[in-house]
């Protein structure tokens, strides 16, 4: 994947490679020493059903999606699910 700057990630949706879409996305973390991103934290879309994506979720349900499986950033971020 290109290097894609953080703000241009703000607010767009997030879709798996088969054209679910999951959500949008909230945040990212990262190491704050080396810089690495860590993960995609992505609010579900209504639409989503619990158990529907194998993603880890944190205490308020977002999907922790690992950087590792983004595939393309266009319109939406396309996540390899």
């Known amino acids: ?46 639409e989503v059903r619990p158990g529907q994506f194998a993603f880890e979720q944190d205490e308020q349900g977002r999907f922790q999606v690992p950087v590792s499986r983004v595939q393309a950033v266009k319109d939406y971020i396309v996540v390899q699910r």
Do not use: F, Q, R
């Not at 879709?15 to 579900?44: A, Q, R, W």
């Open 1 to 46: 994947m290109a290097d894609v700057l953080a703000e241009n990630l703000s607010g767009k949706a997030v879709m798996g490679s088969d054209g679910t879409e999951l959500g949008m996305l909230y945040n990212i973390t990262m190491n704050l020493k080396t810089g690495t991103l860590h993960d995609l934290l992505v609010s579900p879309h209504e």
